[in-house]
């Protein structure tokens, strides 16, 4: 199965709002090679938007 590492999420929670941060979806791109975080990201009591980040997986050796 390989090793897995701990790392911080792309997308930080913010605790000024009740939402921005809440309940993150990590999906693999690229058969693995890269993942896509997206997060919502509250811009007023009301509203939030959808944040996304990519970042390049790198294997261990």
């Known amino acids: 199965m390989g090793f897995w590492e701990k790392m911080d999420s792309l997308i ?3 605790n000024n ?3 921005t941060g809440y309940s993150q979806c990590i ?3 690229k058969g693995g090679g890269q993942i ?3 997060s919502p990201c509250q811009i007023s009591d ?3 938007l ?3 980040a ?4 790198y294997v261990r050796a």
């Open 17 to 19: 709002y009740n939402y």
């Open 46 to 48: 009301r509203q939030a």
């Open 27 to 29: 999906l693999p791109l």
């Open 12 to 14: 930080p929670i913010d």
């Open 50 to 52: 959808i944040e996304a």
């Open 54 to 57: 990519v970042a390049d997986v």
């Open 36 to 38: 896509l975080n997206l």
